[in-house]
């Protein structure tokens, strides 16, 4: 059975139905953590990359109610546009500083981090030339919805400026959707 694209937020729709065990309005704690996953689409800034899927987890600590902390990892492996079968993969260690404001159910969030790029060109499968390092800042926004007092709904959009490589920009746009478990 393959699932396409299109498919996923679908599933996560699904997955957050089932874990709604009550309607109960929630807010994260100061010192409370999360964690999540989350899946989406990858807009590459350079012309020479078709957009490719992007997943990746994170771990976040509130400071306070409003102001948390997240770590996490992406990966996109965005195919060049030039028709052969050439990928470059870019894995984000990052770090970001979020901000969220309260509205019931629904909490919007915008934000601001660092993070390490690890970039490889690809073809065919094969790793070819030596891998790139970069630092990257990005900018953030979204909203979370709470299905239940642990969960929530997410969908978040990203820009992550890396900066250009020797050949291409590696920068562009995540458009995400995932879920999230507050413990």
Known sequence: MTTSFSSIPMILLALSLVAMPSAAVAQPNEGQVAAGLEVGLFLPSDDQFDSSITGGGFFEFYVTPRWGLRTGVMAMRPEYTRGNDEQERQIRLGADLIHNWEFGRVHPF?????????????????????????????????AEAFVSRDWTVKGEARYQFVGKTPLVDPSGFALTVGIKRYF
């Not at 915008?110 to 900018?139: E, F, T």
């Open 110 to 142: 915008a934000g601001a981090g660092l993070g390490w790029h690890m970039l490889r060109l690809y073809d065919r499968g094969d790793h070819i030339g030596p891998s790139h390092n970069k630092l990257g800042v990005s900018a953030l926004a979204g």
